[in-house]
């Protein structure tokens, strides 16, 4: 009787400690002020002549330690490109899958609960930098990104979007 009665207590404890371990995950992702949907604004936006896309929407959720992007882009000259990416806050390269002609890895590293630094490659080479700010209120994300052009001249970019 007594060895039942323990056998239900550790029971009881380790259901608890479960309990306790997946409520305080799903917390830390519903915390993240990076999930949702985002759509950029051009007119808060700031781009090269001539380089500004013409809408971009991405979509982040929770994936286990890390976070799941879907992004959908129609560039200056309408070209449209589709590309997710999951990774870790771990700054290792995890595959774009899909179209983006700048980019086929992207790895991820968290500065704070709020900033995230982008180090975006192609073919194993450094193609663009992003700093990306979620606002105190988080309503708006800006994503301030450095990359090269096709005749390697520096082009600095500042994204607005806004939380949907």
Known sequence: MQANIRQTCLCAVVALGLVVVLAGT???QSSDPRLGTWKLNLAKSTYAAGTAPKSVTFTSEAAGAGIKST???VAADGTV????NTANYDG??????????????????RVD???VRMIYKKAG????????????????ITITSTSTDAKGQTVKSVAVYDKQ
């Open 81 to 84: 490109e589709h590309w997710v």
């Open 26 to 28: 799903a917390l830390a």
């Open 113 to 115: 609960a709020n900033t």
């Open 71 to 73: 992004v959908d882009v």
């Open 125 to 140: 080479k450094v193609t663009a930098t992003q700093i990306s700010v979620v606002s105190k209120d988080g309503k708006t």
């Open 92 to 109: 290792k390269d995890y595959p774009l899958v899909g179209t983006n002609s700048q980019a086929d890895t992207a790895a991820r590293t």
